[in-house]
């Protein structure tokens, strides 16, 4: 399986963890989300992020979970999340993950982390860790770890850690950041792939400022698909068209403390995965949300309909 670098783009699908409705894993569904999100093109997988209840399972839970995955992707490249509060547990993830085949880690930033110099000697031990071969990939996700990486910060870790080769970038507002990080680089500094996240609800502003892609796990991964393809082909136009057809459910998964359900629900409905349930602690949507969801799904697909027809 191919690693990720410096070049890597595309789009790369945050998956969802199924389970059944008592909890347990549902691994019939792991195959068939597997198969579900390459078919509607994605160029890879992320597995045991943040929206794939990563923190709800087991250490052995995640291991089989990667090892059932990066074989059924067939050579796709896979990246993990291993974001543990201790490196200890985070280089034995890494270790067995990248032996399975992972094409690199994710690794998100403790919230304990405040200041510019703790966040960047943080990022020193995780390579330090990990050896200069296994490729990092840095969250920024101050939303959800508290965590504000600074602009001078990300420059730092970026000139002083190579192996650090792919940013997922999800700061918001946080598009400026994708600006000066690629300014840097019109100037001799190195470059870095950024894949962004935030349910895809910035994609065509971000690919315009000069983005990769999209890392994250919106539940219909064939819209982020076609608005990379249509920006890299120089149809703006088009891209924002495909985008605003999609905008009422981008909005309500972006909800927060939500947006796990309505994303499992939609996939559920779409016959991705057998079961909407989220794993405890963890709720799914009461009958008036499934219902706003139900219908925006059919109203998309009326405009899906006029806008290529």
């Known amino acids: 399986m191919p690693l990720i670098d410096e070049t890597t783009r595309g789009v790369f699908v945050i998956s969802v963890t199924p389970f059944h409705p008592d909890g347990e894993i549902d691994w019939d569904s792991t195959d068939r989300v597997t198969d579900f999100y390459l078919e ?8 045991l992020g943040m929206m794939g209840e990563a923190p709800k399972l087991t250490q052995q839970e995640s ?41 690199g880690v994710m690794v998100a930033p403790p919230g304990s982390l405040r200041t510019d110099s703790q966040i960047h000697g943080y990022y020193g031990q995780v390579v330090e860790t990990l050896g200069p071969d296994v490729p990092v990939v840095l969250q920024d996700f101050p ?14 870790i970026i000139d002083d850690f190579p192996s650090i080769r792919m940013l997922k970038h999800e700061d918001w507002p946080g598009l400026a950041k994708i600006s000066k990080i690629r300014a840097a680089e ?43 393809e249509q920006v890299d082909a120089g149809n703006e136009s088009r ?22 359900a309505v994303r499992k629900h939609v996939l559920a ?36 309909a006029q806008l290529d027809g």
């Open 40 to 47: 509607a093109g994605a160029d890879g997988l992320t597995i």
């Open 63 to 103: 291991i089989a979970l990667c090892k059932r995955i990066i074989a059924r992707a067939s050579g796709a490249p896979v990246v993990v999340g291993v974001s543990a509060p201790g490196l200890a547990a985070l280089r034995e993830l890494a270790t067995t993950v990248m032996d399975l085949g992972a094409a």
């Open 143 to 156: 939303l959800s770890t508290g965590v504000q990486l600074s602009d001078e910060a990300l420059a730092r």
């Open 186 to 228: 019109a100037k001799g500094r190195r470059r870095i792939s950024i894949l962004c996240g935030n349910g895809g609800g910035f994609l065509v502003e971000e690919m315009m400022r000069g983005a990769d892609g999209a890392m994250t796990g919106f539940a219909f991964p064939e819209m982020m698909v076609r608005i990379v």
């Open 239 to 260: 891209a924002r068209d495909i985008f605003d057809a999609y905008l009422p459910l981008v909005r309500y998964e972006s909800q927060p403390g939500l947006g796990l």
């Open 269 to 304: 409905r779409r016959g991705a995965i057998v079961s909407p349930s989220l794993r405890k602690p963890g709720g799914g949507l009461d009958k008036t949300s499934a219902a706003e969801i139900d219908l925006m799904m059919d109203r998309l697909a009326q405009r899906l």
